[in-house]
């Protein structure tokens, strides 16, 4: 275990760096986390994590603004999730790029979808980057301050691992739920 502990501690920053580019939550929260522990530090782990957000979601939005003909034969498989991030962007405007951060299932496709239409680039990024600091303050100091809780679920799970298939099972089924029933056809 105190290896384990070790290793995190000289490579977490890389991977949370790595992670970070295409979302980053999961990898933000363990680290957070992790600097409740005292095995990171909070604040290098959010500069880190934000960093890597925004030049994330900037490079999806240069790259599909840059190779959409490119983009067109992934998006074949995601034209319900892209239609989706289209109607979101019509409902809720600029305020998409803040929402989009904390939604599972759609966030790199909003940043995609965005740059399909002549939304500007240095308008999405500076909203990018507004989005990026709510995001980090929001799931860093969260998750650092629950961080006991966090601790105590990760114990139980340890000791009574079925837990931990429970959750994720649910957690993976209500997202599946979610996205199926948003991205449904409607019968007419």
């Known amino acids: 275990m105190e290896d384990m502990l070790s290793n995190i501690t000289t490579y977490g920053y890389i991977g949370l760096f790595l992670y970070s580019l295409g979302g980053g939550f999961v990898a933000l929260m363990a680290a957070a986390v992790l600097s409740y522990m005292g095995k990171m530090d909070l604040a290098t782990s959010m500069i880190i994590a934000f960093s890597a ?78 989005s990026g600091i709510v995001w980090t303050a929001v799931v860093g100091f969260g998750s650092f301050y629950f961080g006991g809780a966090i601790v105590k679920l990760y114990n139980l799970v340890i000791a009574k691992p079925y837990i931990a298939i429970i959750i994720i099972g649910g957690i993976i089924a209500a997202l599946w739920f979610y996205m199926s029933m948003v991205t449904k056809k409607k019968v007419k």
């Open 53 to 130: 957000n925004v030049i994330g979601e900037n490079l999806l939005f240069y790259v599909a603004r840059n190779q959409k003909a490119e983009m067109h034969g992934y998006l074949k498989k995601h034209r319900r999730k892209l239609a989706l991030a289209h109607i979101m962007m019509k409902k809720y405007g600029s305020w998409i790029i803040l929402i989009q951060k904390f939604i599972y299932g759609i966030k790199t496709l909003i940043p995609i979808a965005i740059a399909m239409t002549k939304y500007d680039l240095k308008k999405f990024t500076i909203l990018n980057i507004l």
